[in-house]
């Protein structure tokens, strides 16, 4: 018998995201993002795709959407990015490990 354990975004469907919309807990600090090349990098590593380059140039990035996984806290340049925990009960709930 065949065990799957189906594709990965069927998977991460299954998660529930309790998001602070007033309290976002990544920001991109656009200035050392773009002189060090750490925005176009964010916008390739992250599993989630939370990060965006824009027209103008800057990153944006749907904090709603963070697995919380801290890749891009691991990879950006220092001070690039301002990161910090979601509030108690808000972020991610994974439902399936």
């Known amino acids: ?8 975004e069927s998977r991460l469907a299954k ?3 309790e998001v602070d919309e007033g309290n976002p807990h990544i920001e991109v600090n ?4 773009k002189a060090t090349g750490t925005g176009k990098l964010l916008t390739k590593i992250c599993p989630a795709h939370v990060y965006r ?5 800057t990153i944006s990035v749907e904090f709603a959407a963070c697995l919380e996984c ?4 691991q990879m950006a340049a220092p001070g690039a990015l301002i990161w910090h925990y979601p509030e108690g009960a808000t972020g991610i ?5």
């Open 1 to 8: 018998m065949a065990f799957s354990l189906g594709n990965v």
């Open 15 to 17: 998660n529930a995201y």
């Open 30 to 33: 656009q200035e050392i993002a």
């Open 53 to 57: 380059e824009e027209e103008d140039g």
């Open 70 to 73: 801290g890749l891009c806290r």
């Open 93 to 97: 709930r994974f439902r399936e490990g």
